[in-house]
Every structure is written in structure tokens, then in C-alpha cells.
T-cell receptor, first 115, second 116 residues
């Protein structure tokens, strides 16, 4: 158990709908990262929040947005869903670390299926 | 250009034998880190081993070791004495520090199957 929790574990919805994925980082970790794992795109970085502020964006679509709340949990909002959004969405958290070593602890993921 | 390249989509190894999973990377940063993660069929991402660009010695963690060849920009994972439980997807990833971006860039992965 990494200490990172994600809910729900599975989500099935229809095209055009909107969903919210939730992530609670490890106790004390200020950084939350969101990644998308799909068959055609592989594992891709979406967005990074640190202590409530957006720090970096990756290949995140405009239909997607995220936020990190004062209690440090984060939500990823996906709207106007398309079939191609079906993927495993991971949240990862890390503490503050200097240098390149800063292990990211991954949650179990939310598997989104868009029908 | 691909930042992380894993050229072996699938690998087979006999139980108790050693196996090497290849990873090459591309970066102009001087400071970077290389990571290997394991993803079993259950889906979770498990951190295995880390190598920093300034580390002079190859990293080792139990049965895992990282064969780091900086000039060739390769960071191959070596698993010794393979076990059936090692069957999984393995991902190589990089964090580039000079740009300040802390997210990981992943390769496409290698599926390892350990045969009894």
C-alpha cells in the first residue's frame, strides 16, 4: 500500500458526460501528479499541483481540469467525455526533495470506461 | 524524438535466470534521474530502483540492479534470479531537473513473462 488513495476504482459512463476523479496523497506530501495510461498513448503526465498551486501541465486536454484543495486532496475533472478518454488514471504524490531523486508514490488508479 | 525508449515490447525468461530490460533516454539536461517501475496485472505502479545522473555507482536494490551507461544514455534494469512473481510490465522513466519539471516521462514499457 503506497498510502495514496484514489476513488472511485472503476467508473463507467457515456460519451458527453462529466466525471470527477479524486485523489488523497500520502500524509505530508504536498505534490500531486496526475497521469493517464491508455493503450495508444501509454503513460502520460497530465498535470502537477504543489500545495494547492498548479506547477506544470503536460498533455492535458482543455476538456480536463484539476485542482488541489487546502487539505491537499486533488480532483481531476473530465468533461465532454469521448471514447478515447477511456484509460487508467493515476494519481501520484511526493514530498519535497532536492535533486532528481524524489520518489513518486502511485495510487491504485481509477479505470474510466466511456461507452 | 522519444525521451525514453524501451525497444523490447515483450521478454521471456526462465525462472531463476537473470534478465536485462533495455532503456535508452534522450535529454540535454545535466541533472536528471532515471526510475524503473513495475506494473503487475492488478494495475498498480510499484517503484523499483532509482539512478541519478551524478551517481558514480550503479544502483542496486535487492535482486534489481541498474546498469547505467551515461555516455551511451542507457539505463538497463537487471533482474537476477527471476521469480514467477516478476511477471509484469516494466516501465523506465526519467525526471529532468534542469527544466524544473518534476513529472516523470515514461517509456512504452516491456512485458516480462517468467516461465517455470
Amino acid at each position: 500500500d503506497s498510502g495514496v488513495t484514489q476513488t472511485p476504482k472503476h467508473l463507467i459512463t457515456a460519451t458527453g458526460q462529466r466525471v470527477t476523479l479524486r485523489c488523497s496523497p500520502r500524509s505530508g506530501d504536498l505534490s500531486v501528479y496526475w497521469y493517464q495510461q491508455s493503450l495508444d498513448q501509454g503513460l502520460q503526465f497530465l498535470i502537477h499541483y504543489y500545495n494547492g498551486e498548479e506547477r506544470a501541465k503536460g498533455n492535458i486536454l482543455e476538456r480536463f481540469s484539476a485542482q488541489q484543495f487546502p487539505d491537499l486532496h486533488s480532483e481531476l475533472n473530465l468533461s465532454s467525455l469521448e471514447l478515447g478518454d477511456s484509460a487508467l488514471y493515476f494519481c501520484a504524490s511526493s514530498g519535497f526533495g532536492k535533486g532528481a531523486y524524489n520518489e513518486q508514490f502511485f495510487g491504485p488508479g481509477t479505470r474510466l470506461t466511456v461507452l | 524524438a522519444q525521451k525514453i525508449t524501451q525497444t523490447q515490447p515483450g521478454m521471456f525468461v526462465q525462472e531463476k535466470e537473470a534478465v536485462t530490460l533495455d532503456c535508452t533516454y534522450d535529454t540535454s539536461d545535466q541533472s536528471y534521474g532515471l526510475f524503473w517501475y513495475k506494473q503487475p496485472s492488478s494495475g498498480e505502479m510499484i517503484f523499483l530502483i532509482y539512478q541519478g545522473s551524478y551517481d558514480e555507482q550503479n544502483a542496486t536494490e535487492g535482486r534489481y540492479s541498474l546498469n547505467f551507461q551515461k555516455a551511451r544514455k542507457s539505463a538497463n534494469l537487471v533482474i537476477s534470479a527471476s521469480q514467477l512473481g516478476d511477471s509484469a510490465m516494466y516501465f523506465c522513466a526519467m525526471r529532468e531537473m534542469d527544466t524544473g519539471r518534476r513529472a516523470l516521462t515514461f517509456g512504452s514499457g516491456t512485458r516480462l513473462q517468467v516461465q517455470p
